[in-house]
C-alpha cells in the first residue's frame, strides 16, 4: 500500500487529453511539493515535473502538473504513443521523514 | 551531463549482505544530497535511504531500518549502499539518484540501476 494514491491504469488515443491523479495527506503533499517522473522498463526513471508545476527543459509542453492541498494531477495533452510509460508521483513527507512515492500509472496508448 | 552508474549487484542468499556502489560524474558529488530507490519484480519505485551532502543525515525507510547503512566518499565521487541481512522481499533494482533542493526535496537523476537478487 503506498502513502501516495494513484489510479493503477490510464488509456488514451492518440491526440488525446489524459490526467493522472495523485492523493496524499498533510504531512506530504499537503505541506511539500509533488513531482513526477516517467518510467519506462529497463530504463532510468525521468524527471517530468518538479516542485508541483515545473518541466525540466527537454520535457514537451504537452506535460503540465497542478497541485491543490493534498491532491495533485499530471496531465499529458496531445497524447503520442511514445508516452506510453509508468508514471508515478513523489513527494517528501515530514511524518516518515523520508520520501514517498505513488504506486505507479500504467499509461497506454490505444 | 550527470551521470550515476551503479553496481554491485548480483544473486544472493537470504541473511546475506551485499554493498552496493554508485560512481558519480558530470557534477559537483560533495554539493548534493542522495538517495538510493528501489524496485521490486512488478512493483512500484519505493525510497530506500538518503545521505546529506556530506554524510552527517542519513533517513531510512522503516522497511530497512536497521539493516542497511548508507554512506558516501565524497573525494571518490563515490555512493555506497551496505546491505545486510537480505530478505526474499529485498529481491529489487537498487537505482542510485541525486537529491535536489528548491522549495523542496526531490530527485532530479536517476542512474540506470543495479539489480539485486535473494535467493536460496
Known amino acids: 500500500q503506498s502513502v501516495l494514491t494513484q489510479p493503477p491504469s490510464a488509456s488514451g488515443t492518440p491526440g488525446q487529453r489524459v490526467a493522472i491523479s495523485c492523493s496524499g495527506s498533510s504531512s506530504n503533499l499537503g505541506t511539500n511539493i509533488v513531482n513526477w517522473y516517467q518510467h519506462l522498463p529497463g530504463t532510468a526513471p525521468k524527471l517530468l515535473i518538479y516542485?508541483?508545476?515545473h518541466r525540466p527543459s527537454g520535457v514537451p509542453d504537452r506535460f503540465s502538473g497542478s497541485k491543490s492541498g493534498t491532491s495533485a494531477s499530471l496531465a499529458i495533452s496531445g497524447l503520442q504513443s511514445e508516452d506510453e510509460a509508468d508514471y508515478y508521483c513523489?513527494?517528501?513527507?515530514?511524518?516518515?521523514?523520508?520520501?514517498?512515492f505513488g504506486g505507479g500509472t500504467k499509461l497506454t496508448v490505444l | 551531463q550527470v551521470h550515476l552508474v551503479e553496481s554491485g549487484g548480483g544473486v544472493v542468499q537470504p541473511v546475506r549482505s551485499l554493498r552496493l556502489s554508485c560512481a558519480a560524474s558530470g557534477f559537483s558529488f560533495s554539493g548534493y544530497g542522495m538517495h538510493w530507490v528501489r524496485q521490486a519484480p512488478g512493483k512500484g519505485l519505493e525510497w530506500v535511504t538518503f545521505i546529506s551532502f556530506d554524510g552527517s543525515d542519513t533517513y531510512y525507510a522503516d522497511s530497512v531500518k536497521g539493516r542497511f547503512t548508507v554512506s558516501r566518499d565524497n573525494s571518490k565521487n563515490m555512493l555506497f549502499l551496505q546491505v545486510n541481512s537480505l530478505r526474499t522481499e529485498d529481491t529489487a533494482i537498487y537505482y542510485c539518484?541525486?537529491?535536489?533542493?528548491?522549495?523542496?526535496?526531490?530527485?532530479?537523476?536517476w542512474g540506470r540501476g543495479t539489480l539485486v537478487t535473494v535467493s536460496s
Open positions: 513523489a513527494a517528501w513527507d515530514d511524518t516518515l521523514n523520508g520520501l514517498v
Open positions: 539518484a541525486r537529491g535536489y533542493y528548491s522549495d523542496g526535496w526531490y530527485i532530479d537523476s
Open positions: 516542485r508541483n508545476i
